[in-house]
């Protein structure tokens, strides 16, 4: 299979991973239940992403190997670092930086969709889950409009 498509999985299931970090520290470090109960949810749909992204790549031939310096994710990685050391950070930095994870993670799925050597089932499941991440996007953005 092509490398620059198993590249480009991986890319995105980095960024992806960085995000259920930042979503599973955000459960233990706030306070409003209403905001732990939707950090939650938002862990659960990532966590099942990141494990069909995984699976995809298994089954293109490739196998999911860790961004040993992950930079284009920066805020995510940042964000998940501080948290998972105790550093206080503010709900509107956590949903900050999530939404604009979440938006970057959108454009790697544009491109993947975009490539045509991916068969269609994958190809249906990315569109999924780009369409999903889109939704918590909007629905994130509303909780910053709101911060």
């Known amino acids: ?15 992806s991973l960085a995000l259920e970090r930042i979503y599973t520290e955000a459960e233990k470090n706030l306070e409003s239940s209403d905001m732990v109960s939707y950090f939650k949810k938002n862990r659960e ?3 099942k992403f990141n494990e069909e992204l995984m699976m995809v790549i298994y089954d293109l031939g490739g196998k ?3 961004d040993k310096n992950p930079t284009e994710n920066k805020p995510a990685s940042v964000t998940s670092r501080s948290l998972i050391h ?27 969709i975009s490539n045509a050597d991916l068969p269609e089932k994958y190809l249906s499941l990315l569109k999924q889950q780009r369409n999903k991440t889109e939704h918590l996007a909007l629905n994130m953005k509303t909780l910053d409009d709101d911060s």
């Not at 092509?2 to 480009?8: A, P, S, V, W």
């Not at 105790?86 to 454009?107: C, F, R, T």
């Open 86 to 112: 105790g550093s206080s950070i503010s709900k509107e930095k956590l949903i900050k930086d999530s939404l604009a994870a979440n938006n970057n993670m959108i454009g790697n799925y544009d491109l993947l």
């Open 45 to 47: 749909i990532r966590k």
């Open 64 to 66: 999911y190997t860790e």
């Open 1 to 15: 299979m092509n490398k620059e498509l198993l590249k480009q999985l991986n890319s995105l299931t980095e960024k």
